[in-house]
């Protein structure tokens, strides 16, 4: 079938795919656009930039794609009454793909498929970013935002295919970062001890902007990543760690993004996108000395 005519799935519908990954005992993480629609339906209602960018690019897949190894790929296409086509021995030496398998989901087919690694990810990384998530209807291993973002931008600065939806999934996941960050700070507000971890996950996510593929992902699309952080909640906190955390690395982080030039992408609805971005930016949390290059999309 034509990659257009392929249809697009919801979320929702994939839930005998998550029951067969829960009897499985979860073997397989959840990546790819199903993983950031799986955020943005988390976080919808309280993101209205969310609900914006889904009047641009709704919140659907054509797929599903899961990190596993090649034992996983197998007992999941069994757990779903189908047959996994996995690489033979010849050819499994440097392939991505550990499994792939179709079945049937409302009339169409659904492509399903294991890949061994993320790209854009370590080994160790995918196990770090990697949480258990209770949907209304089943338990799902899934990579959370900071992975999500991770692995898009990854996808956005190497791959040129046609038909793909990088960027704009990628776009919704940037959202959907700033609110997973902003829950794991409110939630440390009740549990203290939760303080930590979370801060933790915040600077994994300032790290990897400061490398040459954050550097590479703002050139390519013109993505903004300051606004990555809760500066509202940041700005009000008075908890010590938050404090030095406000005071002593966002401003070095900050500079350091300054000088990123942010390309003007060609098309209309990824600038329209990234335009609702700027319209629901939050003032930065430290007052700057530095120049922060005026966005092209208001």
Same mark, same amino acid.
């Given at each position: 079938m034509a990659e257009e005519q392929?249809?697009?799935?919801?979320?929702e519908e994939l839930t005998p795919v998550f029951q067969a990954q829960e009897r499985l005992g979860h073997a397989c993480v959840?990546?790819?656009?199903?993983?950031?629609?799986?955020?943005?339906?988390?976080?919808?209602?309280?993101?209205p930039a969310l609900r914006e960018l889904e009047a641009e690019a709704p919140l659907l897949s054509k797929d599903v794609d899961f990190q596993g190894d090649r034992d996983a790929a197998i007992a999941f296409a069994r757990a779903l009454n189908a047959q996994a086509e996995v690489p033979d021995f010849r050819h499994a030496f440097g392939n991505l793909m550990a499994g792939k398998f179709v079945i049937s989901v409302g009339g169409a087919e659904l492509n399903v498929e294991v890949l061994r690694n993320v790209p854009g990810l370590t080994s160790d990384q995918v196990i770090q970013f990697s949480t258990l998530e209770q949907t209304s209807a089943v338990a799902i291993r899934v990579l959370n935002p900071v992975g999500v973002v991770m692995a898009k931008a990854w996808n956005?600065?190497?791959?040129?295919?046609?038909?793909?939806?990088?960027?704009?999934q990628m776009l919704v996941a940037l959202v959907c970062l700033r609110a997973f960050f902003r829950s794991l700070l409110q939630h440390s507000e009740l549990e203290p001890s939760a303080l930590r971890p979370a801060l933790k996950l915040v600077e994994a996510a300032l790290r990897f902007t400061e490398l040459p593929a954050g550097r590479k992902t703002a050139e390519k699309c013109g993505v903004d990543w300051a606004q990555i952080v809760p500066h509202n909640f940041i700005a009000a906190a008075?908890?010590?760690?938050?404090?030095?955390?406000?005071? /002593?690395? %966002?401003?070095?982080?900050?500079? +350091?993004?300054?000088?990123?030039?942010?390309?003007?992408?060609?098309s209309e609805t990824h600038? /329209?996108? %990234?335009?609702?971005?700027?319209? +629901?930016?939050?003032?930065?949390?430290?007052?700057?000395?530095?120049?922060?290059?005026?966005? /092209?999309?208001?």
């Open positions: 392929r249809r697009q799935f919801a979320f959840l990546m790819g656009g199903q993983s950031v629609i799986h955020w943005a339906k988390r976080f919808l209602q309280s993101e956005v600065v190497n791959i040129t295919k046609e038909g793909r939806h990088d960027f704009e008075t908890r010590p760690e938050l404090v030095r955390f406000r005071e /002593k690395r %966002l401003p070095g982080w900050l500079a +350091h993004l300054a000088g990123y030039r942010r390309a003007v992408p060609a600038r /329209k996108m %990234l335009a609702i971005l700027v319209r +629901h930016a939050e003032p930065l949390c430290v007052d700057s000395s530095f120049a922060i290059r005026k966005s /092209k999309f208001r």
